[in-house]
């Protein structure tokens, strides 16, 4: 695993050991860069069940002014310690061990506003709307964030769920990828013909 593009491309990222963290493959990295916008303006990211970190580091080292990892697995905080630094990019990194659910909680009462959030769970987690939802209804995104859903691919999630707009849905072998964006603006009402 490298980082792909962006002020820390080429550094090599650390895998966590073992067969409980599925780090996203580069292949698939690259797909979701190039469906998001491969480069960025500043604003905060959030990689809740971080792993590696491999996803918000990319994001970092391609503009991300800020990211916040959380975790709950100690392994994969060691290894995302690790790769926060061997990316060259600490001092842009907060990194929590503790539950997505606390970590949502704890977030929104700092009153951050996530730019891009990645949601890569164990694939048994199948309810990442579910979480998307808490993180509308608790003022933790800005207007037009994206979300990226990393899931197996056998499960769908839908593709109207308020107030997201599903923009993209690919499919790497059994790896699925979602993508929405957060839009509360209301639908534009055709005129009424005389």
Do not use: C, W
Request: charged fraction near 30%; aromatic fraction near 8%; proline fraction near 5%.
């Amino acid at each position: 695993m490298r980082v792909i593009a962006g002020t820390a491309k080429g550094r090599t990222l650390k895998a966590v050991p073992g067969k409980n963290t599925r780090p996203t493959t580069d292949k698939v990295k690259e797909a979701i860069f190039s469906m998001i916008g491969p480069f960025f303006d500043g604003g905060l990211v959030l990689d809740l069940f971080a792993g590696t970190g491999g996803l918000g580091i990319e994001s970092l080292s391609r503009g991300m002014e800020r990211a916040v990892f959380v975790d709950l697995d100690g392994g994969s905080i060691e290894v995302i310690k690790h790769n926060v630094q061997a990316a060259g990019v600490t001092e842009h990194a907060e990194i929590y061990r503790t539950e997505a659910a606390r970590a949502v909680k704890a977030l929104a009462k700092r009153g951050l506003k996530f730019k891009l959030v990645f949601l890569d769970p164990p694939y048994r987690m199948k309810e990442m709307d579910e979480l998307m939802e808490e993180l509308a209804a608790r003022g933790l995104l800005e207007e037009l964030a994206t979300i990226v859903v990393e899931h197996d691919a056998e499960h769908v999630y839908p593709e109207a769920l308020q107030p997201f707009r599903q923009i993209k849905r690919s499919q790497y072998g059994d790896t699925a990828v979602t993508i929405y964006r957060y839009d509360t603006a209301p639908e534009p009402t055709e005129p009424l013909e005389a």
